[in-house]
């Protein structure tokens, strides 16, 4: 089957902007979540998505938004780009029983 | 939230050699995930222990959970160039929290050739 789809893989965008990335779970996964990856901090919990709704959210601000549609397909928002922004973009998703995820391999994002 | 500290943070071995990654946290969990990352790509899952669960086997690799402990290594056996990697850890509560994974630095393993 298919695997954790995220698009786009790599973007530039230029300090100020917003951007939208997007995952596509597993077929019959209805639980989405994402992470920011940077060399500094590390893996950090973004949110976690269930059958549309937010379920869980990490330590961000308020620049940083998602959303699930009816489909569990997912898409994250990041508005008013900063340079600290830039990071490795993962997204993950599970089925009913949280009995491990399944990494997309990411989108790139470069703010310059 | 239960997030994991692995140690080390840099192991490099030869290959042939076993590697040896430790993983601590702090609350209780349900169970406990170990996940593996090539270089600038997505984290693939290994194997997950649940609470109830002290071993567990799969292919090469072995993980144990000392819940008393709050403990849980991960044994790769006849290291081969290919693991090299970053391993992660990810304990998991109950409820909805489960699904909220937060993961520590990881361990670089380096297997040498």
């Known amino acids: 089957k298919a695997g954790v789809t995220q698009t786009p893989r790599y973007l530039i965008k230029t300090r100020g902007q917003q951007v939208t990335l997007s995952c596509s779970p597993i077929?019959?996964?209805?639980?989405v979540s994402w992470y920011q990856q940077t060399p500094g901090q590390g893996l950090q919990f973004l949110f976690e998505?269930?059958?549309?709704?937010?379920?869980n959210k990490g330590n961000f601000p308020g620049r940083f938004s998602g959303r699930q549609f009816s489909n569990s397909r997912s898409e994250m928002n990041v508005s008013t780009l900063e340079l600290g922004d830039s990071a490795l973009y993962l997204c993950?998703?599970?089925?009913?029983?949280?009995?491990?995820?399944?990494f997309g391999s990411g989108t790139r994002l470069t703010v310059v | 939230s239960q997030q994991g500290e692995e140690d080390p943070q840099a192991l490099s071995i030869q290959e042939g050699e076993n590697a040896t990654m430790n993983c601590s946290y702090k609350?209780?969990?349900?169970?406990l995930q170990w996940y593996r990352q090539n270089s600038g790509r997505g984290l693939v899952h290994l194997i997950l222990?649940?609470?109830?669960?002290r071993e567990k086997h799969s292919g090469r690799l072995r993980v144990t959970l000392d819940t008393s402990k709050k403990s849980s290594s991960l044994l790769i056996t006849a290291s081969r160039a290919a693991d090299t990697a970053s391993y992660f850890c990810?304990?998991?509560?109950?409820?909805?929290?489960?699904?909220?994974?937060?993961f520590g630095k990881g361990t670089l393993l380096t297997v040498n050739p």
């Open positions: 993950a998703s599970s089925g009913a029983t949280p009995d491990g995820y399944t």
């Open positions: 077929s019959g996964h209805r639980s």
């Open positions: 998505y269930f059958s549309e709704t937010q379920r």
């Open positions: 609350t209780s969990i349900n169970n």
């Open positions: 222990i649940r609470s109830n669960e």
């Open positions: 990810a304990p998991a509560g109950y409820g909805g929290s489960n699904y909220k994974l937060t």
